[in-house]
């Protein structure tokens, strides 16, 4: 290992430019002649709009357009696709009904656009904005899922009775009847899985730029996947070639999997900038951002568990309803489906699986990947399952866990619902965080505070998840309708210095020093000589972004392929510079050298003469040392392992202490340290967020609750202890880096652990169930709840 390579906590390059102000968000960029773009948007959840009268707007100073739904269908823009396609168990399509970009007819979701007014200013716009008047007959809603499932309900979309976008199944029902027929004991929960909304630092955005001279769009966009967006761009919505699109996503405050979608937003800006003849901004307020940003999860299960008399699992059988929203966002029919039930089987040994899912339209803004995308809102209901079964049984959960975790000595393992996971040591990981808690000192502690008054719990989760979503072969066969490799170039300049072109982009998970981190490993050269560009379409060959803890696995990965070309490519050069056979000639540490002799070229120097070839091969290798390449990964990559928290709880007020969290996890080789251990921390966050405080809650007619920081509350600082991060290493048998992703492992391990702690800290008290988030007024009626019934 280098003091810069694979294993080092280098510090981060990018930070230097964002501790100094010097970073460039969307909102940053003021083109010449710009204007702004403020959008009129539906306080109904449903409803038919009669008319919409824009005169008085239209007469407001400064304004130069306002348009509307109309205006969308005149120009034969193309409505917002769906990139996912899933058949119900009877073999038909999902219902996929129109996403215009602005409202035609019917307004389905509070926020649903149905006018853009474009100004000189962002606050003429505004202005005009509540000057256009719209009618609307209102319509009853279906806005929660158990509402919109209920009989009778209205429905979000005709062509869907019973509100049913999807109904799905997988694993093998006959297996799994079998198995329950078998069981000495059923234990069955049902659980809801909490709607949470996404909160980036920075606010979606977007800018768009149509030049006449050229007839060519420059999108300025805050997006996770800049390509994507040009190519649904190209083909769907705006419907130009690709070679006249340019989609830039420069610094990027965050995203959490809701910039990963191609959002209406980003197509009008285009389409008004050619009407208007300027470019047009457009900038999310976070009021807006609360009612129009794909949300995330928002699943209600029932599951049961069999087991035999010793406690090993025989089967597992869940029925969920998955909430899509109004509308259908990009990837959305692909998380309760192949990215939740396929994760079921969690780091256990089940012999039999079958799942039933439900996709569930209602008059609420769209539900899509969030941070994890399935896999928490599986975890979390096995995790909350195997706890409840401990308890029915008698049994200590950490045993009972043990007992039936998959051995290292069984991979490869084929689950029940269709993955096959590579490599593990899920034993070895609850050890490591066993032993990080203090796991045989609680009995103490929770009686030192009983002493003072306060209930004390211990929690935890042992889980799996699935990363760097591949290969495209098989995604394609589940319905993606993209392929999910990666894309790379590496470029060597002539005094050695490397740029290099990643299809990944980031926003804010440290990839420009990781990758360097990649080269500096493999190239030998000093990372200051590193740049990483990532996030331009028009600079990079192609790319699918970032999400799902892919951009390592992924994307480094490509990478490593352009990189051995490059190394490969430079042993010519040296070859004829040492006047030597290719074959005799080594790379290691920075150097070309004649295997057992003291004849060495440094890098550096076979890259000046790859670009100044006065002495070179010049019949059998071209100048220059520039490579590509393409990875499409063979399978998922596999992170696991065991999260275990500690919660004090005061009686009197309901109030949860996050006191300790201790976590191991295996995200395969570590390529920085401090950058995985970071991540890993923003992971347990927003997990402790979601178990504690976090719920985007819509009433009965569609109105958003909490749709400010006032009524939705955020995890601060305070909120959280010091986190003990653990790591055991088992590397990925089929990436070339060894690496699985870490990107998510906090959110996924972290909320069932809370909530079992939350329990084990209330089962003195006779508290026996707690939904998320666990507020201290939940958690304190459910005490006195549990006092009057005894």
Sequence with gaps: MTTTGIGASVRRKEDRRFLLGKGQYTDDLVLADQTYAMFVRSPHAAAVITAIDTAAALAAPDVLA????????????????????????????????????????????????????????????????????????????????????????????????????????????ALTDAAFAQAARVI???????????????????????ETATDHYT?????????????????????????????????????????????????????????????????????????TDAHGRDHHSVAKLAVDASGKFLGLRVHTYANMGAYLSTFAPAVPTYLYATLLSGPYDFPAIYAEVKAIFTNTVAVDAYRGAGR??????????????????????????????????????????????????????LDLALAA????????????????????????????????IAPSALVGALGARAGLYEAANVRVHPTGGVTVFTGTHSHGQGHETTFAQLICERLGVSIDNVEVVHGDTDRIPFGMGTYGSRSLAVGGSAIVKALDKIVDKGKKIAAHLLEANVA?????????????????????????????????PIETVEPGLEESAFYDPKNFTFPGGTHLVEV???????????????????????????????????????????????????????????????????????????????????????????????????????????????????????????????????????????????
């Design 219 to 291: 999108l300025y966009t805050t997006s996770q996947n800049p390509h994507l967006t040009r190519l649904l761009l190209g083909a769907f919505t705006l419907k130009v070639s690709e070679h006249k699109l340019r989609v830039v996503a420069p610094d990027v405050g965050g995203g959490f999997g809701s910039k990963i979608f191609h959002y209406a937003e980003e197509l009008l800006v285009l389409w008004a900038s050619r009407r208007v003849g300027r470019p047009v901004k457009w900038t999310s307020d976070r009021s807006e951002a609360f009612l």
């Design 66 to 173: 306002v348009l509307t739904g109309a205006d969308v269908a005149a120009d034969g823009l193309g409505g917002i696709p769906c990139g996912w396609l899933v058949k119900s168990k009877d073999g038909s399509n999902m219902v996929e009904p129109p996403h215009p970009a602005l409202a035609q007819g019917k307004v389905r979701h509070v926020g649903d656009p149905v006018a853009m007014v474009i100004a000189t200013s962002k606050a003429a716009a505004k202005a005009a904005a509540g000057l256009v008047d719209v009618d609307y007959d209102v319509l009853p809603a279906a806005a929660r899922l158990d509402d919109a499932v209920a009989d009778g309900a209205p429905r979000v979309w005709d062509e869907a009775p019973g509100n049913v976008c999807f109904d799905w199944h997988i694993g093998d029902p």
């Design 376 to 429: 928490p809102e599986a975890s979390y209901l096995l995790e909350r399952l195997v706890d409840k079964a401990a308890r029915e049984l008698g049994r200590d959960p950490v045993e009972l866990r043990r007992q039936n975790l998959i051995q290292p000595d069984q991979f490869p393992y084929q689950t029940q619902v269709a993955l096959q996971y590579d490599i593990g040591d899920y034993q070895a990981t």
């Design 648 to 790: 004090e709880i005061d009686p009197e007020t309901g109030v949860v202490e996050v006191v300790d969290v201790a976590i191991a996890d295996d995200v395969g080789v570590i390529v920085n340290p401090m950058i995985v251990d970071g991540q890993a921390h923003g992971g347990l966050a927003q997990g402790i967020g979601q178990a504690l405080l976090e719920e985007a809650v819509y009433d009965a007619e569609g109105q958003l609750l909490t749709g400010s920081y006032m009524s939705y509350c955020m995890p601060r600082a305070a909120d959280l202890p010091n986190f003990k991060v653990g790591n055991h290493v088992t590397a990925c048998t089929h990436n070339p880096l060894g690496v699985k992703g870490v990107g998510e492992v906090g959110a996924i391990g972290c909320p069932p652990a809370v909530i079992n702690a939350v329990l084990d800290a209330l089962a003195p008290v006779g508290v026996t169930d707690m939904s998320m988030p666990a507020t201290p007024e939940k958690v304190w009626r459910a005490i006195q709840a549990a006092k009057k019934g005894a």
């Design 437 to 468: 808690i203090d796991h045989a000192g609680f009995p103490a502690r929770r009686a030192e505070a009983a002493a003072r008054g306060k209930l004390r719990g211990l929690g935890i989760s042992t889980y799996i998840e699935a990363c760097g």
């Design 584 to 616: 005799d000639v080594e790379f290691k540490d920075g150097q070309y050298r004649v295997v057992g002799t003291d004849r060495v070229k440094a890098f550096g120097e076979v890259a000046f003469a790859a670009y100044v070839p006065h002495n070179y």
């Design 188 to 210: 069955e929960i049902d659980v809801t899985n909490n709607r949470v909304a996404p909160n980036a630092m920075e606010p979606r955005a977007a800018n768009g730029h149509y």
